[in-house]
């Protein structure tokens, strides 16, 4: 079965500074891979995903992440946080020959001034 | 992207009483999905609610303490029965967008006392 491993709970930076957020999976088969941001007391929201092609992916707010297919991961970067980036973040990864979604623990990113 | 509503968004239950959340989209749907997000922890998958048929459950949850209704393409509801302190979380009904891709609702977070 599919699981999704982020090493960090917690990753605390300072504003303006970069910030990677690490993500893991499983499973060799193909699968498609998200990044989801959840803002305090709000739902699940997109912030990029992978599919296939180009394995640098740019997503929304400036981040962007790496498909390393060798290396089984898909971490998340940014080159420069703002406060409004401090949120919780999860890493996903769907089988793509059963379309389930499978959520890692999640990365609370807490960006102070 | 889909526009989902849930009700309640929040409510406060008594122990051994049942409430049922509704999830209302705007456009037609084949598959919506129920997960449930226990306090600082992530998401965990219940259930694949699809139109016309049984529910399908996933390892740990049952159809008698989550039962879920699909009468249409565009709502859906998942009732936690009996409940308990332990069922205290945020329920979020989500739907696929795209290969792996979901698009959630704002969650309906529930306190059992």
């Known amino acids: 079965a599919q699981s999704v491993t982020q090493l960090d709970s917690q990753v605390p930076v300072f504003e303006e500074a970069p910030v990677e957020l690490r993500c893991n999976y499983s499973s060799s088969v193909s699968v498609y891979l998200f990044w989801y941001v959840q803002y305090p007391n709000q739902g699940l929201q997109l912030l990029l995903k992978y599919l296939s092609g180009s394995t640098l992916v740019k997503g929304i707010n400036g981040f962007e992440a790496e498909f390393n297919k060798s290396q089984t991961s898909f971490h998340l970067r940014k080159p420069s946080v703002h406060i409004s980036d401090t949120a919780e973040y999860f890493c996903?990864?769907?089988?793509?020959?059963?379309?389930?979604?499978?959520f890692g623990t999640g990365t609370r990113l807490q960006v102070f001034p | 992207s889909a526009v989902i509503s849930q009700k309640p968004s929040r409510d406060i239950c008594q122990r051994g009483t049942s409430l049922t959340i509704q999830c209302q989209v705007d456009s037609q749907v084949t598959m919506m999905f129920w997960y449930r997000q226990q306090p600082g922890q992530s998401l965990t998958l219940i259930a694949t609610?699809?139109?016309?048929?049984?529910?399908?459950?996933e390892s740990g949850f049952v159809i008698d303490k989550f039962p879920i209704s699909r009468p249409n393409l565009t709502f859906s509801t998942l009732t936690v029965s009996n409940m308990s302190p332990e069922d205290s979380s945020i329920y979020l009904c989500?739907?696929?967008?795209?290969?792996?891709?979901?698009?959630f609702g704002e969650g309906s977070r529930l306190t059992v006392l």
């Open positions: 609610a699809n139109q016309g048929s049984e529910a399908t459950y």
């Open positions: 989500s739907v696929q967008r795209g290969p792996g891709e979901l698009f």
């Open positions: 996903a990864v769907s089988d793509r020959s059963t379309d389930k979604l499978i």
